[in-house]
Every structure is written in structure tokens, then in C-alpha cells.
């Protein structure tokens, strides 16, 4: 597959803040977990900032470059599909939940906060660990 040189390099930038995404999630869930809120405040920010980065920079590429077609054949083709449809579908309801559990954080409603976050944080993770593994079968595993 054929990307121009310019936009090259998007592709590895989306994957990574996905990845960092995900990262920076399971450690503020760990935080929170063992009740130290000031680092979960501050890596869930992160993730929110890294994870909007990466809404930019994949609007932009895909606005500049266009839909980029799975090469895979055979057994791949439904698998990245299903993982794709899925992520697809999740990513979309990740936006209002994310921007909801952090308002209710941020107006410190913890009570109502918690009761979103629990729903909240496996979807925005499922979305950023399935993000690097769409990015790794579209480019590396089955590219042409």
C-alpha cells in the first residue's frame, strides 16, 4: 500500500498515542484502585489529552489520505473486520462517555462518576488496545 511520503508517518503517531492511551488508563485504574486519586486525576487527564491528539491526527490523515483497504486475505479478512467493526462502533460511544465521566469527576460527583467509569474505562481501553491492533494488521501483518 502507497501512502504518500508526507502522511507517512501518521499512521505510526495514531498507534502510538493509542498505545500511550491504554497505558496511561491501566495505570490510573491501578491508582485509583489503591485510592490515590491526585495520580489517577492526572494520568486520566493524559489519556483524555493523548487520546484527543490522536482524534486529531487521525481526522486529519484520514481527511488528507482517504480510506487506507485491508490487505489481508483468507482468515484475516474477518478477523480484522470484526475487530474493526467493533472498535468502530465503541470508539463512537467512547466520546460522550469519556466526556461525561470526566465532567462528573472534574465537578467532583464521584458517586455518579464511579458509577459511569465502570463502564467507561473498559470501552476507552478495549478501543486504544484494538486502535494498535487495527493499525498493526493494516500496516505491518497484511500490508501489500
Known amino acids: 500500500m502507497q501512502i504518500r511520503a508526507d502522511y507517512a508517518i501518521f499512521p505510526v503517531i495514531n498507534a502510538t498515542l493509542n498505545g500511550t492511551s ?36 487521525y481526522v486529519y ?36 462517555l469519556v466526556i461525561i465521566t470526566v465532567t462528573r469527576a472534574l465537578r467532583e460527583r464521584f458517586d455518579r462518576h464511579r458509577a459511569i467509569a465502570r463502564w467507561t474505562y473498559p470501552i476507552w481501553l478495549y478501543v486504544s488496545v484494538t486502535g494498535v491492533v487495527i493499525y498493526f494488521m493494516l500496516y505491518h501483518l497484511f500490508a501489500a
Do not use: C, D, E, N
Not at 490487505?71 to 468502530?88: A, D, E, K, M
Open 61 to 96: 490523515y484520514h481527511a488528507h489520505v482517504g480510506s487506507v483497504h485491508f490487505q489481508g486475505q483468507g482468515w484475516s479478512r474477518p478477523v480484522y473486520f470484526s475487530i474493526l467493526i467493533s472498535h468502530t462502533i465503541l470508539a463512537a460511544v467512547t466520546v460522550p
Open 22 to 57: 491504554a497505558v496511561l488508563l491501566v495505570i490510573g485504574h491501578r491508582f485509583i484502585k489503591r485510592g490515590r486519586m491526585a495520580p489517577h486525576r492526572v494520568l486520566m487527564l493524559t489519556a483524555l489529552v493523548t487520546s484527543t491528539l490522536f482524534l486529531i491526527s
